[in-house]
């Protein structure tokens, strides 16, 4: 039998599942009337995972380009406005961060998702598209993940 995880490390195995835990927590966070320490929580597991999954150094020089320091600012400083508890403001300045720095993985993302039987009729409209379109730069590296 052949296993398809044995290809990851088991840093990548727990990363993932810190990050999808974090994404859990974030989600009940803001389910839960924005609850800050949810939030808090949800912030924290998400960036050690995101830091086993990717490695450390990747992860250091992920948040340390010059380009990105708008969305690193607006993320870093959304978790400190979660953690002083100022959770409203505190996701908004975060999912600004996050769009700012993952922005242009999502037309990848999308063209990825066509692909799949049932929702990719819908990531096949031209209105969705576009609006995937439109957080593509256009630059030589459009095309290439984040990270």
Same mark, same amino acid.
């Given at each position: 039998?052949?296993?398809?995880?044995? =290809?990851?490390?088991?840093? $990548?195995?727990?990363? $993932?599942? /810190?990050?999808?835990?974090?994404?859990?927590?974030?989600? /009940?966070?803001?389910?839960?009337?924005?609850?800050? $320490?949810?939030?808090?929580?949800?912030?924290?597991?998400?960036? =050690?995972?995101?830091? /086993? $999954?990717?490695?450390?150094?990747?992860?250091?020089? +992920?948040?340390? !380009?010059?380009? !990105?320091?708008?969305?690193?600012?607006?993320?870093?400083?959304?978790?400190?406005?979660? =953690?002083?508890?100022?959770?409203?403001?505190? =996701?908004?300045?975060?999912?600004?961060?996050?769009?700012? /720095?993952?922005?242009?993985?999502?037309?990848?993302?999308?063209?990825?998702?066509?692909?799949?039987?049932?929702?990719?009729?819908?990531? !096949?409209?031209?209105?969705?598209?576009? +609006?995937?379109?439109?957080?593509?730069?256009?630059?030589?590296?459009?095309?290439?993940?984040?990270?």
């Amino acid at each position: 039998i052949h296993n398809s995880f044995v =290809m990851f490390n088991d840093n $990548t195995k727990i990363g $993932t599942g /810190l990050l999808f835990l974090g994404c859990v927590f974030l989600f /009940l966070g803001c389910l839960f009337f924005f609850d800050s $320490t949810m939030l808090a929580i949800g912030d924290v597991l998400f960036l =050690m995972g995101l830091t /086993l $999954t990717i490695g450390v150094s990747r992860t250091v020089r +992920f948040f340390s !380009r010059p380009d !990105r320091l708008r969305g690193i600012v607006a993320f870093f400083g959304g978790v400190f406005l979660v =953690m002083i508890r100022w959770p409203i403001i505190g =996701m908004m300045s975060q999912f600004y961060g996050l769009i700012y /720095l993952f922005g242009q993985f999502f037309p990848i993302a999308a063209e990825s998702m066509k692909d799949i039987p049932v929702i990719g009729e819908f990531f !096949r409209l031209p209105q969705v598209e576009q +609006f995937f379109a439109a957080f593509s730069g256009g630059g030589s590296d459009s095309r290439r993940a984040p990270v």
